[in-house]
């Protein structure tokens, strides 16, 4: 006796055990980060000691016009020359 499976079948199972499988992936990783972190608490481990943290990022937009202040200082050195 043979069965038949159908394609469109196929189609279904394939993503429904990919989903499965991020699912129990991702309940995994949830419940190893929180005992890792459980862990370090109770052997007093840092978890941030030794990282590097860099200052904010600043960009100012150069297309700004300056305001009355900055031009006429501007042009009194340019006047110097």
């Keep these: 006796m043979f069965l038949y499976i159908d394609i469109s ?3 279904y199972v394939i ?3 990919a989903g499965i499988a991020v ?3 991702s309940w995994f990783y949830i419940h190893f980060r929180r005992a890792k972190s459980k862990i370090s608490k109770k052997l007093g481990i840092d978890e941030n000691a030794g990282k590097e943290v860099e200052g904010d ?3 100012n937009d150069e ?3 300056p305001s009355d202040g900055e031009n006429a200082s501007a042009d ?3 006047d110097k020359d």
């Design 57 to 59: 990022i600043v960009i």
């Design 23 to 25: 699912a129990v992936g």
């Design 63 to 65: 297309s700004e016009q």
């Design 76 to 78: 009194a050195d340019s």
């Design 9 to 11: 079948a196929v189609s």
């Design 15 to 17: 993503p429904l055990i």
